[in-house]
Structures are given as structure tokens and as C-alpha cells.
Antibody, heavy 118, light 109 residues
Framework: EVQLVESGGGLVQPGGSLRLSCAAS????????MTWVRQAPGKGLEWVAN????????YYVDSVKGRFTISRDNAKNSLFLQMNSLRGEDTAVYYC???????????WGQGTLVTVSS | QSALTQPRSVSGSPGQSVAISCTGT?????????VSWYQQHPGKAPKLMVY???KRPSGVPDRFSGSKSGNTASLTISGLQAEDEADYYC?????????FGTGTKVTVL
């Protein structure tokens, strides 16, 4: 059974940093692109970033370029999102998802809440 | 990277059909046959319902169907059931990014 479990969310002040993790199991992690998607409170889904199988290709939504870094550790079946220079508008539930073909997410984690506030 | 346009809400009685539109541009929806649809119940993670415009993952009822014409994709739910009440989001591949729709709340009357 495919499982994705996010962690690392919490309350952080504007300008601060946070590192999200996503632990994957039930599939061969190194064979898949992976994606982060976020959802601000009461708002819609927003694609944030994705990374290819070996970590050599990374893409970001314009609003996080230069502030967020997606990475992965295939030996530990883990996906990460390093978030720096956080802003209020980054407040959201962050989901990790397994990408298959050109579908952003065919399996999703339960999400982790990031709150940026003073 | 502008969000795809969906109607804010649609509604129907049990057994009826509803359709949700998703309008983008030639750079996303119109450029590729890679539109997916997600169902999200309150407080839950999104669930993939349709991918590659009109394909259904295993376990998704055939009441859910997708189509596309030009820059607009559509999700049709036939034989509406109470458990279909949820938010629905379209999503399009665009090579170096993905873009989601604004979301549609489906209400079962």
C-alpha cells in the first residue's frame, strides 16, 4: 500500500525557515517524480514544486523561486521542502504527492500545516 | 502560471448529472492531453478521479468522466450521489509546471 506521511509543519515567524519532510513507503520511491502542493486556509490547491527521480530536475511555482528548495533522499525514501524567507501568504497545508506520468499526484499524504505569523 | 477557471459551484439532485468546466489557455489545457481532476472532502487530502483527460484510476466509479475541447476540459458526474458532494479541482500539465483550477463546490440537493 502506498503511503506518504508529511511532517515538519508548525508556527514560524515571517522571515523564518522550516523544513518539511515526506516519508514514502509501499512503492519504489526512486522510480517516481514527486510533488509538493499547498492549500491556504479556505482556498484552492496550488502546485508548489516537483523533482525528478534522481533529483537532477526541479521546478517551482514563480512565487517560491529563490526561497524554497525541493530535494530527496532515495536511500531513505524521503522527500523534503526547505522553506526560507517565509511570508504570511505561505501559510497553508502542504501535501506531498507521488507523480505518475504527467499526473501531478495519484497518491497524496495527509498534509502538514505551516503557519507563518508573528 | 495563472489558475485555471472553474465555476464556483454547481448543484444537482440525486441521480442527475452535473458538469464542471475548466478553462485554461493553449499553454496548458489546450496544449496537452494531460488534464486531471481531484475530489476533496472537507479536511481530507485530494483524491485523483480522472487523469489524462478521460482515464479513470482503478476504483473510481464510471459515473465520473472527463473530456476536453480546445482550451476547456470538463468533468461530468452522472447519477449524482450524496457522497459526491465535495470540492473538485482540475489540474493541467504544462511541462515545467502544473496549474490547478480555482475549484468547484458540488452540492447534492
Amino acid at each position: 500500500e502506498v503511503q506518504l506521511v508529511e511532517s515538519g509543519g508548525g508556527l514560524v515567524q515571517p522571515g523564518g525557515s522550516l523544513r518539511l519532510s515526506c516519508a514514502a513507503s509501499g512503492f519504489t520511491f526512486s522510480n517516481y517524480w514527486m510533488t509538493w502542493v499547498r492549500q491556504a486556509p479556505g482556498k484552492g490547491l496550488e502546485w508548489v514544486a516537483n523533482i525528478n527521480e534522481d533529483g537532477s530536475q526541479k521546478y517551482y511555482v514563480d512565487s517560491v523561486k529563490g526561497r524554497f528548495t525541493i530535494s530527496r533522499d532515495n536511500a531513505k525514501n524521503s522527500l523534503f521542502l526547505q522553506m526560507n524567507s517565509l511570508r504570511g501568504e505561505d501559510t497553508a497545508v502542504y501535501y506531498c504527492a507521488r507523480t505518475e506520468g504527467e499526473t501531478a499526484g495519484n497518491y497524496w499524504g495527509q498534509g502538514t500545516l505551516v503557519t507563518v505569523s508573528s | 502560471q495563472s489558475a485555471l477557471t472553474q465555476p464556483r459551484s454547481v448543484s444537482g439532485s440525486p441521480g442527475q448529472s452535473v458538469a464542471i468546466s475548466c478553462t485554461g489557455t493553449s499553454r496548458d489545457v489546450g496544449g496537452y492531453n494531460y488534464v486531471s481532476w481531484y475530489q476533496q472532502h472537507p479536511g481530507k487530502a485530494p483524491k485523483l478521479m480522472v487523469y489524462d483527460v478521460n482515464k479513470r484510476p482503478s476504483g473510481v466509479p464510471d459515473r465520473f468522466s472527463g473530456s476536453k475541447s480546445g482550451n476547456t476540459a470538463s468533468l461530468t458526474i452522472s447519477g449524482l450521489q450524496a457522497e459526491d458532494e465535495a470540492d473538485y479541482y482540475c489540474c493541467s500539465y504544462a511541462v515545467t509546471y502544473y496549474v490547478f483550477g480555482t475549484g468547484t463546490k458540488v452540492t447534492v440537493l
